[in-house]
T-cell receptor
Framework: KAGVTQTPRYLIKTRGQQVTLSCSPISGHRSVSWYQQTPGQGLQFLFE???????NKGNFPGRFSGRQFSNSRSEMNVSTLELGDSALYLC????????????FGSGTQLSVL | AQSVTQLGSHVSVSEGALVLLRCNYSSSVPPYLFWYVQYPNQGLQLLLK??????LVKGINGFEAEFKKSETSFHLTKPSAHMSDAAEYFCAVSDNAGNMLTFGGGTRLMVKP
């Protein structure tokens, strides 16, 4: 059974650009969550999608957005990139609820120059 | 609002020694508690979780944690450290509002031969 797949693995962008990251959850999983990991702020929750609907949202500016498709694949978009957006972006999937095991992908390392 | 505090950003133990990683949380509702491990250049892997029931939780790789409500703690232990345990460990809390985890700052465990 394939794990959570995130693409691309590495990404380099410049300030002001926008970026789209992709996440394919484990087959059958309907919940996809996104987290940002930085040395300074640690792991922070961005948002969660369940059956194509955003179920929870963290405390990030509107430049950060996401969506989920009918096949449960998810994308997150960051517009008008800032230097501080440089981070490892992790995607996690589960079948449905918070008491279930989250399966994490290896992440997309975004560097903003 | 929930929060998680992990005491000690770095912990060093000798191989074969006891591992104790500390986690204290705050939550306005009965919490769900988790420990995750992250190896270099990888995503997070669930070690164990507490939802309801028995307060002593056993996880993978010989780790266990005890939920102590009176102390708002969920410390992670392992009787005998192995070199392969060297990694970063994260404690997290959820209020079951979907897959929205609040993580602690992480503890990097180093194991000396």
């Amino acid at each position: 059974k394939a794990g959570v797949t995130q693409t691309p693995r590495y990404l380099i962008k410049t300030r002001g650009q926008q970026v789209t990251l992709s996440c394919s959850p484990i087959s059958g999983h309907r919940s996809v969550s996104w987290y940002q990991q930085t040395p300074g702020q640690g792991l922070q929750f961005l948002f969660e999608y369940f059956s194509e609907t955003q179920r929870n949202k963290g405390n990030f500016p509107g430049r950060f957005s996401g969506r989920q498709f009918s096949n449960s694949r998810s994308e997150m978009n960051v517009s008008t990139l800032e230097l501080g957006d440089s981070a490892l972006y992790l995607c996690a999937s589960s079948f449905s609820g918070a008491d279930e095991k989250l399966f994490f992908g290896s992440g997309t390392q975004l560097s903003v120059l | 609002a929930q929060s998680v505090t992990q005491l000690g950003s770095h912990v060093s133990v000798s191989e074969g020694a006891l591992v104790l990683l500390r986690c204290n949380y705050s939550s306005s509702v009965p919490p769900y508690l988790f420990w995750y491990v992250q190896y270099p250049n990888q995503g997070l892997q669930l070690l164990l979780k507490y939802t309801t029931g028995a307060t002593l939780v056993k996880g993978i790789n010989g780790f266990e944690a005890e939920f102590k409500k009176s102390e708002t703690s969920f410390h992670l232990t392992k009787p005998s450290a192995h070199m392969s345990d060297a990694a970063e460990y994260f404690c997290a809390v959820s209020d079951n509002a979907g897959n929205m985890l609040t993580f602690g700052g992480g503890t990097r465990l180093m194991v000396k031969p």
